[in-house]
């Protein structure tokens, strides 16, 4: 039970502050016509933080950035998609939600994000922030050591609940906002904050990586 815990309060404490995975799926739970067309985002961000909280706990990407080429491709990947995303969100327009005719709902549906660029997106945001994998090797994978056989598999177990539990979560606010928000400027709003922030988080990258040069 103690590693049951431990996992659950420590995967929330890690997964809560505002980041870009957690930006993209709320933001395709707001834009998707139904919630259940945000599920693509969903499933693809959990079962990236369901690998990497596997490999954080088993060591095995721990060994993997040890390979500085390979740190310095992640974060340069990192800081391009970064930007490359920011523009994205800033030139979006959401569409108001239809109300009327089917038509305005096959409109609306064709304006945002398919199932594939869902999971190209999200598979990004997740793999491609090495502030994030380090974070997860540092507090998780660390964390995990405390814990043998069963009791570690307990403590994974909680840990990869939670964020499938948050992803779910996450989508379905969004979705209710979207509801809320009938003539998308809450939205319109909400992605120019996102670009910004996510702009920001791509500088901190680049400066990171220049002051390892």
């Not at 016509?33 to 985002?41: E, G, K, M």
């Not at 909280?53 to 993997?64: D, R, T």
């Not at 090797?137 to 598999?153: D, K, M």
């Amino acid at each position: 039970m103690e590693a049951i815990l431990h996992g659950l309060i420590l995967a929330l404490g890690l997964i809560l502050p505002l980041g870009v995975q957690n930006v993209f799926v709320f933001t395709q739970g707001a834009v998707q016509p139904r919630l259940i067309r945000a599920l693509p985002a969903v499933i693809a961000a959990a079962l990236c933080d369901t690998l990497l909280i596997s490999l954080a706990i088993f060591g095995v990407s721990a060994i993997v950035l040890q390979v500085e080429a390979l740190r310095f491709g992640l974060m340069i990947a990192g800081v391009l998609f970064l930007a490359y995303m920011g523009t994205t969100l800033w030139r979006s327009h959401p569409v108001p939600t239809p109300t009327t005719s089917t038509a305005a709902g096959a409109s609306s549906a064709s304006q945002v994000l398919p199932a594939s660029r869902q999971i190209l997106f999200a598979l990004s945001v997740s793999l491609l922030n090495p502030h994030a994998l380090l974070d997860t090797i540092g507090v998780i994978g660390t964390s995990a050591l405390a814990y043998e056989g069963a009791a570690q598999l307990r403590f994974a177990a909680a840990c990869i609940l939670v964020s499938w539990l948050w992803f779910i979560g996450l989508a379905a606010l969004g979705s209710g906002l979207r509801r809320l928000d009938a003539n998308g400027r809450m939205m319109q709003l909400f992605n120019r904050g996102s670009a910004l922030f996510i702009w920001g988080t791509a500088l901190y990258l680049l400066w990171s990586l220049i002051g390892d040069l």
